[in-house]
């Protein structure tokens, strides 16, 4: 007997049909997703221009801080009940995967495109995908296995280890992309805390982490920088207020792909302040991972909503 997920047009539709009340949330949510993807853009190229005059370490450190004290104003007195979590372990190691994903970002800005070091970030999803086969007992089949595989394939080739292009800081934000996931999973197991708890855990951990490291490489901030070490950590908030509305209007499975803007995005800041235009390659290996991506996310989501 044939499989019904077989023929992926048998598969319900991942987005509301029209007239639908839902698919007027998930629009939202859609518009929402965009916005933070283009503050988050903006984020990090505010972080790669802090990188031309300041350490990494520095400016992990602002945007963390930043953040913290953006959503300490906002909880106010609610900020000590919000602390308590049922997984204190677990939101203590998402802390850490949080900022060494940023860390290991906002390092490879220093010495590789925006483009770049953004497509190869982009290969987290499929990694999430692996990460809950293997630690979450999850399900995972040949074709998305398949399509993790590809996307490894698109990272590599914009690294291109052994080409005379190559830069070790090319595998940094391939290692960022492992811990982002490991951070995702590490979500998913503390699903008993409230949003707000999680949010606060790691901009907390980020913030005590990069303060006890960053005397070591502190430099003088010169006056005419201020403004953008302020705004890295708005940016870094105001984008992730912005990101947990949207999900939490519309499901992940019908808004996760158009997170993959953030590569044209990360494209146009480096042309328009860099004049930095990826080659060829980077193309055509960003191409690799966002296709590789959808069809996993496809393959993932058309799966819950039949078992739904």
Not at 29 to 44: C, E, K, Q, R, T
Request: without cysteine; charged residues 10%.
């Amino acid at each position: 007997m044939t499989q019904p997920d077989a023929n992926p047009d048998n598969l319900p539709p991942i987005l509301a049909p029209a007239g639908n009340p839902a698919r007027k949330t998930q629009m939202r949510g859609i518009a929402l997703l965009l916005m933070a993807i283009v503050i988050f853009s903006m984020m990090d190229a505010t972080a790669k221009y802090l990188g031309e005059s300041y350490p990494p370490a520095q400016i992990v450190w602002a945007r963390f801080v930043g953040n913290l004290v953006i959503v300490a104003v906002i909880l106010g007195p609610r900020l000590p009940r919000t602390l308590v979590s049922t997984r204190p372990g677990l939101q203590l190691a998402r802390g850490l995967a949080h900022i060494a994903s940023s860390g290991l970002f906002f390092t490879s800005l220093q010495f590789i495109g925006l483009a770049d070091a953004t497509a190869i970030m982009d290969i987290n999803p499929v990694l999430i995908t692996l990460g809950a086969a293997v630690f979450l007992g999850e399900s995972i089949g040949l074709r998305r296995i398949l399509g993790i595989g590809a996307a490894l394939v698109g990272a590599l080739i914009i690294i291109r280890p052994g080409a005379g292009v190559f830069h070790p800081a090319g595998v940094l934000p391939l290692i960022g992309a492992f811990t982002y996931a490991a951070g995702a999973i590490l979500t998913r197991l503390t699903r008993e805390d409230s949003t707000a708890t999680s949010i606060l855990w790691s901009a907390l951990v980020g913030s005590i982490l990069a303060s006890l490291v960053v005397p070591f490489f502190w430099q003088p901030i010169d006056p005419r920088h201020i403004w953008a070490f302020v705004l890295l950590g708005l940016l870094g908030a105001v984008s992730q207020a912005l990101l947990i509305r949207a999900f939490a209007l519309a499901e992940a499975s019908a808004i996760a792909p158009f997170g993959y803007t953030g590569l044209i995005w990360a494209g146009f800041w480096g042309w328009l302040v860099w004049g930095a235009i990826p080659d060829v390659w980077t193309v055509i290996g960003a191409l690799i991972i966002v296709l590789a991506g959808i069809y996993v996310w496809m393959r993932e989501a058309r799966a819950m909503k039949r078992v739904a």
